[in-house]
């Protein structure tokens, strides 16, 4: 079966890595994502989060000097994930403030920075992590993540404010090592290298690895 392909995604290039099951609050301002964003919240649609490894998630000026971009260069990681937006608002103009889910993943296959600085390409979905029950050696990472959601809960603090939305698949490998990527402090290389592991059960044993060393499970 041939790969399931989308062509002219806007893309948000981020100083943050986005993974499927995710949560991403933002707050737009720019010109360049203004326009998008009401578009894609209006049809349904999605848009690609990938990693920055060059440049400003603002626009700013490239500098002094002839430049045949307005703007600093960018670069971005080539693996990045849908967010579809599933709270909008407009509190004023020039602002919107959203609320997004991640979705799948996918991978870059060519793309365009447009004359106003939004960038567009032509990417190809991967496929969804094999579901992998937490194996009794690792049950441990999963327990944490669980006992850290009930504390969160009998502190009062809302569902909708969690850093991690429901379902809980606190027996997924997948989910759970997600969900532990996004809570710990990590240098976004090492976010984007978890992100991008195919096995899901790799992932898990890598977290697992890092809760230890930091003292969080034992």
């Not at 920055?52 to 260069?73: I, T, Y």
């Not at 976010?191 to 059960?201: A, E």
Request: net charge negative.
């Amino acid at each position: 079966m041939e790969p399931l392909t989308l062509t002219s995604l806007p893309l948000f290039p981020l100083g943050s890595v986005l993974y499927p099951g995710g949560l991403l609050p933002l707050r737009i301002f720019e010109v360049r994502y203004l326009d998008m964003v009401r578009k894609c919240h209006k049809h349904g649609a999605p848009f690609g989060v990938v990693a920055l490894n060059r440049g400003s998630e603002v626009q700013r000026p490239a500098g002094e000097g002839p430049a045949g971009d307005a703007f600093a260069n960018e670069s971005f990681d080539a693996v990045g994930t849908l967010a579809l937006i599933t709270e909008f608002s407009a509190p004023q103009p020039g602002l919107m403030v959203i609320r997004c889910t991640g979705m799948q993943r996918f991978t870059v296959r060519r793309s365009e920075k447009l004359r106003h600085g939004l960038w567009v390409a032509d990417v190809v979905r991967l496929a969804p992590d094999q579901e992998i029950p937490v194996p009794a050696d690792l049950r441990h990472v999963s327990d944490a993540l669980g006992k850290l959601i009930r504390t969160l809960q009998e502190k009062g603090i809302a569902p909708d404010d969690l850093p991690m939305q429901p379902p809980y698949q606190l027996d997924d490998c997948g989910w759970v090592a997600n969900r532990w990527c996004e809570l710990l402090s990590l240098p976004l290389e090492v976010k984007q290298r978890m992100m991008v592991l195919d096995n899901p059960l790799v992932r898990l044993e890598l977290v697992g690895d890092m809760l230890e060393r930091s003292g969080i499970t034992g």
